[in-house]
């Protein structure tokens, strides 16, 4: 997998690429980035061709660690298959989810600076 | 007519992509040749799935062993349904869990659950010292 990082401000834009399995999610495990308490995250899943539920229990987990804090993690551009992992373990539920990067980012800013 | 395909690979995650990739293959296969391509490709999704979480469950429940385990993927093609069996060496284990709490934020314990979501019917049964665990979805 390929992760690509990159800021807008205070929002880190952690862009991913591949397949996010067992074999690759202990990388996105260790992200400082995406397990950084104090970092909102938007995470661009447009270039993620698969995802299973070690992927999921990834991002699941690096979401717990920011729980209850004033930051987050967003999803954006999810295909077809990756929004269907979501939607039948209910995790839709937990994340924040957008269609466009920017536009998360601008909600992302305005979290932040609402200290929501 | 049935039509069986048998492939044993080396237990090592690094194998998991390589099945994963070989039912999606067989499942789009088979889909395709009686639907369009959206169908087979919803179809070859569900398959790709079920092998990724049950090839990996496999891998992650080897223990320590001097060689990796081989683990054995059939896919049965029946007229009216596709069937993939996943057979390992491995201790017994249990089909019947409990949904994960996601209002607890769980990281594991969505295998089983992606899979009798995406297949008609999940089988377990033990026969001579391995594991069988049989995943159907009808065509």
């Known amino acids: 997998m390929i992760i690509t990082e990159t800021s807008n401000g205070s929002i880190a834009i952690v862009a991913l690429e591949g397949t996010l399995d067992a074999l690759s999610a202990p990388e996105l495990r ?5 397990i950084d308490p104090d ?7 447009e270039k993620v061709d698969f995802i299973d539920s070690s992927g999921l229990g990834a991002l699941v987990g690096a979401l717990r660690q920011k729980h209850h804090k004033t930051c987050g993690i967003i999803l954006t551009c999810m295909n077809g298959h990756v929004r269907k992992v979501f939607e039948i373990t209910n995790a839709q539920k937990l994340f924040h989810i957008f269609d466009d990067t920017m536009a998360a980012v601008e909600y992302a800013a305005n979290q932040q600076g609402t200290g929501k | ?3 069986t395909i048998s492939v044993a690979l080396p237990g090592e995650r690094m194998f998991t992509r390589l ?5 999606a293959s067989v499942a789009a296969l088979v889909k395709g040749e009686r639907e369009n ?7 070859a999704h569900a398959f790709e799935l079920a092998v990724s979480e049950a090839f990996t469950n496999s891998v ?5 062993r001097s060689a990796p385990p081989s683990v054995t993927v059939i896919f049965l093609a029946e007229p009216k349904q596709l069937t993939v069996s ?8 249990s089909i019947d869990t409990k949904a994960p709490d ?6 594991n314990g969505y295998g089983l659950l992606i899979i009798r979501k995406v297949m008609d019917k999940v089988t377990y049964r033990r026969e001579s010292d391995m594991n069988i665990i049989s995943m159907s979805k009808m065509l």
């Open chain 2, 102 to 107: 996601i209002e607890s934020y769980p990281e």
């Open chain 2, 19 to 23: 099945a994963t990739q070989i039912a």
């Open chain 1, 39 to 45: 970092k909102m995250v938007v995470i661009d899943l």
């Open chain 2, 37 to 43: 391509c959206t169908a087979a490709d919803e179809f």
């Open chain 2, 86 to 93: 996943i057979c390992d060496t491995n201790a017994p284990f």
């Open chain 1, 30 to 34: 260790n992200n400082r980035m995406v």
């Open chain 2, 60 to 64: 992650t429940h080897a223990g320590q």
């Open chain 2, 1 to 3: 007519m049935n039509r």
